[in-house]
Antibody
Framework: QLQLQESGPGLVKPSETLSLTCTVS??????????WGWIRQPPGKGLEWIGSIYYSGSAYYNPSLKSRVTISVDTSKNQFSLKLSSVTAADTAVYYC?????????????WGQGTLVTVSS | DIQMTQSPSTLSAFVGDRVTITCRASQSISSWLAWYQQKPGKAPKLLIY???SLESGVPSRFSGSGSGTEFTLTISSLQPDDFATYYCQQYNSYPGTFGQGTKLEIK
């Protein structure tokens, strides 16, 4: 059974960089059929698509975040990562990693449990 | 970006009721639409993909329909476990935008 697990600091200071890693187990991140994505959800609000990456390293980002976001993949560790720079309180959210099916902006069929990241000094 | 609008925002219903949630896209997305169920403190769960395909393991009381710009999620007979928030998501083009959610409450 495929499992995804987010890891990283739960507290980030304003103007710093948020860094999260998603570890995939029970399957290979090098699957030719899937992308791997990040989604976030501010407390009490809806879902926002951040971006997705293919195992080859091709990445696609939400234009609203593009200047601050980098998604990378490490196939040797079966992991992919998110970096979001210059964070503000508006970036406080639960961050989810997920497997993408049906193309670069596809449906998310397997999700991590999510990790709350708070931006505060 | 393609905008997704769900209605209603909140829906109250009894166990056993048939309920329908609507999702409208700001432009045609063909059948590239997914539906998710989210319970408090949990990750969303994929229910329907490609507008009407039932994800493996999802009860058959859930069904999806539509194409182009208008889509519906129907639950044929509500069960206690179905009270949750539901989101649609278009994946015709990136970013894969979500609807604002529909909270299904027990009456």
């Amino acid at each position: 059974q495929l499992q995804l697990q987010e890891s990283g600091p739960g507290l980030v200071k304003p103007s710093e960089t948020l860094s999260l890693t998603c570890t995939v187990s029970g399957g290979s991140i090098s699957s030719s059929s899937h992308y791997w994505g990040w989604i976030r959800q501010p407390p009490g609000k809806g879902l926002e698509w951040i971006g997705s990456i293919y195992y080859s390293g091709s990445a696609y980002y939400n234009p609203s975040l593009k200047s601050r976001v980098t998604i990378s993949v490490d196939t040797s560790k079966n992991q992919f990562s998110l970096k979001l720079s210059s964070v503000t309180a508006a970036d406080t959210a639960v961050y989810y990693c997920a497997r993408v099916t049906g193309g670069v902006a596809g449906a998310f069929d397997y999700w991590g449990q999510g990790t709350l990241v708070t931006v505060s000094s | 970006d393609i905008q997704m609008t769900q209605s209603p925002s909140t829906l109250s219903a009894f166990v056993g009721d048939r309920v329908t949630i609507t999702c409208r896209a700001s432009q045609s997305i063909s059948s590239w639409l997914a539906w998710y169920q989210q319970k408090p403190g949990k990750a969303p769960k994929l229910l329907i993909y490609k507008a009407s395909s039932l994800e493996s393991g999802v009860p058959s009381r859930f069904s999806g329909s539509g194409s182009g710009t208008e889509f519906t999620l129907t639950i044929s007979s509500l069960q206690p476990d179905d009270f949750a928030t539901y989101y649609c998501q278009q994946y015709n083009s990136y970013p894969g935008t979500f609807g604002q959610g529909t909270k299904l409450e027990i009456k």
